[in-house]
């Protein structure tokens, strides 16, 4: 059976998440969006061939809904769709923060939720996006959903309790990668690399480094070891990291994030 799937609020990770859609095989006739600004509901429709609506229109057409707006924009949103959503509809959340029982409040008794945890990466088919239902949703609702977001990347299924932690890890987590990457190329300026070379330097050794943790198997640990020869220049650079705190920066950096996650959830209740 043919599943329509209407992308409310089609901004960066909901144009993710239909760009994956159409290259996963979906139709443009099998995908609905919905935009605030008339000029993104045309750029939307030019680049996919997709049919751009309005919120009710999205709810009484399609059998999935992912709502893809900002968390702060959530009540709002449910409010304009809450009259035309059926309680036979799948309702996705990809929103930070917000729970799947505030949503479920706002919806028609019944109504299947789902919340995900995406990541930008969707846009290269390396996404972690993590699952979880609420309290309607059964197995073939978190079937659907992860069919529509195993073709951009990885699915995990998690306990919605673990969500917030979910956004802070892996949600979050390329921008950190980002930030150190940005951070290491201005060093390479600093020793007198051009930048475009210490760019590629970098970028190189973060990709050769991730394929490494991904398929080698082994732990970060031993992998680090392995690069950190007997008073040789890598360990020079881990004292530097040690005396300056980074370990616990980040570990305090990502309770930070999942604290900030938590606090977007209570704007919702
Ligand atoms: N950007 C990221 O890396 C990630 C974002 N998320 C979550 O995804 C959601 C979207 O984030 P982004 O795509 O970055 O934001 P965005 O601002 O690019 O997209 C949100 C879109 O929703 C539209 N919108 C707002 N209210 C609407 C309404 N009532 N009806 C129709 N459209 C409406 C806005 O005009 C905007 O285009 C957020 O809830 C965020 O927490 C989740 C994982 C990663
Ligand atoms: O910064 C944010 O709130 C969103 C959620 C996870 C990544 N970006």
Do not use: C, W
Not at 86 to 91: F, G
């Amino acid at each position: 059976m043919t599943q329509r799937v209407a992308v409310i609020g089609a901004g960066k990770i909901g144009e993710a998440l239909l760009s994956g859609m159409l290259r996963a095989g979906k139709e443009p006739a099998d995908l609905l969006a919905t935009a605030r600004r008339p000029e993104r509901a045309r750029a939307l429709r030019e680049r996919y061939g997709i049919e751009v609506v309005d919120n009710a229109e999205a709810a009484k057409l399609a059998d999935t809904l992912i709502l893809a707006v900002k968390p702060q924009d959530m009540v709002a949103a449910l409010e304009e769709l809450a009259p035309h959503v059926a309680a036979d509809r799948l309702v996705v959340s990809g929103a930070a923060g917000i729970t799947t029982a505030a949503i479920e409040r706002r919806l028609a008794e019944g109504t299947p939720v789902v919340r995900v945890m995406t990541n930008t990466p969707a846009l290269v088919d390396e996404a972690m996006s993590a699952i979880s239902a609420g309290s309607h949703a059964t197995a073939e609702h978190l079937e659907r959903t992860q069919e529509i977001f195993r073709p951009i990347g990885r699915t995990i299924v998690v306990p919605e309790s673990q969500q917030d932690a979910v956004t802070a890890l892996s949600g979050s987590g390329p921008a950190y990668f980002y930030y150190l990457v940005e951070a290491m190329v201005d060093a390479g300026i600093l020793l007198g690399l051009p930048r475009a070379t210490a760019h590629e330097l970098i970028v190189q050794a973060a990709v050769g480094a991730s394929v490494m943790l991904r398929d080698s198997g082994e732990h970060p640990v031993r992998l680090r070891e392995a690069v950190t020869s007997p008073a040789g220049t890598t360990i020079s650079a881990i004292v530097e990291l040690e005396k300056h705190g980074v370990r616990a920066a980040l570990i305090e950096a990502l309770q930070a994030a999942r604290d900030r996650s938590r606090e977007l959830a209570a704007g919702a209740e």
